[in-house]
């Protein structure tokens, strides 16, 4: 049983107000969601919407439909709950994107994120997200679900990818685990999901090498930073070597692969039924140029 002192630090942990992370280094994309944005304002583009209204969503549903904002999730490490407020993507049997029915589909991506010539894919870049899990809407860990990535132009690739689920191919790594996966498909490294705290990312992008090998023999690379609640962000993922050539976008919310099939963007099993969410909290990316990283 929990004693009271625990039961105490528990809720207090939940309901913290304000983190009190800093962000230091100049922001190319803020995710925040501010404090008092209307739910609405997420269905048109500009007026203060972090996001693209267009993409990547089911057909015939709006921003303000799939996204929630659980006051009960409290702040993340670079919010503060007079400033910004969490948000959730979820999922539901209608999450299909255009045509592709094997996927159950919600990516959010930033405003201002061109596929090509964006800023957020050049230079040094750290993508900073703190996840939250929500009781209500759980996720089904049999299947293999995309939550963050970086798509190169073509859609032929995504450079980096953070993952959770049981990966198509790989499945004798835990299902019950968060994966940050490399352009070919490997485990760089991973975390257990846990059900009752923030969990806070960050993953370092270095674009300014063209290809795996160039530049007499530098390497583009990856590193990532995790804490969780409101402890600092430290390195546990040394920079390594991973093709970041191909410019592209971010996108971040969930998707969801089917089992059962080779093709899985056109078939394969879905249940029906689903109600699944991922909440989302200190989204930004910060230009780490000069070794600049919000910790
Ligand atoms: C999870 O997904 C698998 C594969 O689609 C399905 O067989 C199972 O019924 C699902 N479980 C729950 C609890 O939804």
Redesign the pocket.
């Known amino acids: 049983m929990l004693s009271r002192l625990a039961l105490s630090a528990a809720l207090a942990a939940t309901l913290a107000a304000a983190g009190t992370g800093e962000v230091k280094c100049p922001i190319i994309f803020d995710g925040r969601v501010p404090a008092a944005l209307e739910p609405s304002a997420f269905d048109s583009d500009g007026n203060g919407n972090p996001y693209g209204a267009e993409y990547v969503k089911g057909r015939g549903l709006t921003w303000s439909q799939i996204l929630r904002f659980p006051a009960g999730a409290g702040a993340s490490r670079f919010e503060n709950a007079a400033a910004h407020k969490p948000l959730e993507v979820t999922i539901g049997d209608g999450s299909v994107f255009q045509d592709q029915r094997g996927f159950r589909r919600a990516g959010l991506q930033f405003a201002g994120d061109a596929n090509t010539g964006s800023p957020g894919a050049r230079g040094l870049v750290t993508l900073h997200f703190s996840v939250r899990q929500d009781a209500a809407r759980p996720l089904?860990l049999?299947?293999e679900y995309l939550d963050v990535w970086h798509e190169t132009s073509d859609y032929a690739a995504d450079q980096v990818m953070f993952q959770v689920g049981t990966l198509i191919g790989q499945e004798r790594l835990p299902s019950d685990t968060f994966k940050v996966v490399s352009r070919d498909g490997r485990q760089l490294w991973s975390t257990p999901v846990d059900a009752g705290a923030w969990q806070n990312f960050a993953i370092q992008m270095d674009y300014r090498k063209k290809g795996f090998l160039t530049n007499g023999g530098k390497h583009s690379t990856v590193q990532v930073y995790y804490s969780k609640d409101d402890a600092p962000l430290e390195v546990v993922l040394q920079a390594t070597s991973n093709n970041m050539a191909g410019e592209g976008q971010y996108q971040l919310g969930m998707l969801k692969k089917?089992?059962g099939t080779s093709d899985v963007v056109n078939s394969g099993?879905?249940?029906s039924g689903?109600d699944e969410g991922q909440i989302y909290g200190s989204v930004f990316l910060e230009d780490s140029s000069n070794g600049c990283v919000s910790l």
């Open positions: 089904n049999s299947h089917p089992t099993y879905q249940e689903i």
